[in-house]
């Protein structure tokens, strides 16, 4: 079972279902009926991923597709030990952005997002749950100068998605067109949503990081954090109970799930499979903060 194994409207159904929607909200968006909806959830999806609910439903979902994109995350990110990881560096690189032949805009229309976002969506594989054009669209109200891209003969090579979430900043997709890797772009991307974050008065930026990508954020000076979630309420203190050693960063208990980040001082992929293996419904991520 992977995520192509999954027909088109299946995973819109699931992208949406993981984004918190009833049945109701996505029947309209869909535009079909509520029976509809229902049908494909009990009849197809459920039996499909071998799940009896929705928020089980959702966990395999979220396995599925971020499994599926690793297979398609931009290989600038596979350059990251050879990046110079201080502030200094991170600088330079965005000013020498011209030099490159690059220019580095923020998005400022709507039709702007939507020829960006199908860019990142094109590199990328497919777009997450969380990070949809709808959700950026919301974001031009709010905060349009976090949602950066880079242009090179008037065609667009790259791009970061980011957006303001209660008191931080949300790191969404950074993609990168193939022609135009292994020239930092990536980086500078990152340095100026950095910039224009700290011209928001906003110093903390998160980010959910694929594997493939996480020494990349490692070497821009953002630190590792362990994310795990558990589609059952009330399940917080088993769940800290299998923690031995890091200090507890945040914990919740919302919409069905219980919540535990971790402050590791490095990766633990150890730590990350114990948890898979203790809770085989949980969904776990590394989670990287930066303060600027």
């Not at 088109?8 to 029947?27: D, H, P, S, V, Y």
């Not at 535009?31 to 009896?52: A, C, D, G, M």
């Not at 900043?169 to 949503?193: D, K, N, W």
């Not at 493939?212 to 769940?239: D, I, R």
């Amino acid at each position: 079972m992977n995520y192509h194994s999954l027909t088109g409207q299946q995973r819109r159904i699931l992208e949406l279902l993981a984004a918190g929607k009833t049945n109701k909200e996505i029947a309209a968006i869909l535009h079909i009926s509520e029976n509809t909806v229902e049908y494909h959830l009990v009849k197809r999806i459920y039996p499909l991923l071998q799940v009896r609910n929705r928020s089980a439903a959702a966990s395999v979902y979220f396995k599925l597709a971020t499994k599926a994109l690793r297979k398609s995350v931009v290989d600038t990110h596979q350059r990251a030990s050879t990046i110079d990881p201080s502030a200094a560096n991170v600088e330079r690189r965005r000013k020498e952005m011209p030099s490159m032949n690059f220019t580095l805009k923020s998005v400022e229309s709507e039709d702007e997002l939507k020829q960006v976002y199908a860019f990142a969506t094109a590199v990328l594989g497919l777009p997450t749950a969380k990070h949809t054009l709808a959700y950026y669209d919301e974001q031009l109200d709010i905060a349009p100068q976090l949602m950066v891209y880079a242009l090179r003969q008037s065609l667009i090579v790259g791009c970061g998605l980011a957006s303001i979430e209660a008191d931080h900043v949300l790191v969404g997709p950074v993609a990168v067109a193939e022609s135009a890797r292994r020239m930092g772009l990536g980086t500078a991307l990152l340095a100026e949503i950095e910039r224009q974050a700290s011209a928001l008065g906003q110093h903390t930026l998160i980010l959910g990081a694929l594997e493939e990508a996480e020494n990349f954020y490692l070497h821009c000076g953002y630190q590792p954090h362990l994310f795990v979630q558990y589609p059952e309420p009330a399940y917080v203190s088993q769940l800290k109970a299998l923690n031995q050693h890091y200090a507890v960063a945040w914990e919740a208990q919302e919409d069905g799930w219980s919540k535990l980040m971790l402050r590791t001082p490095k990766i633990d992929k150890a730590l990350q499979a114990s948890y898979e293996r203790q809770f085989p419904n949980c969904a776990t991520q590394t989670v990287f903060i930066k303060t600027i």
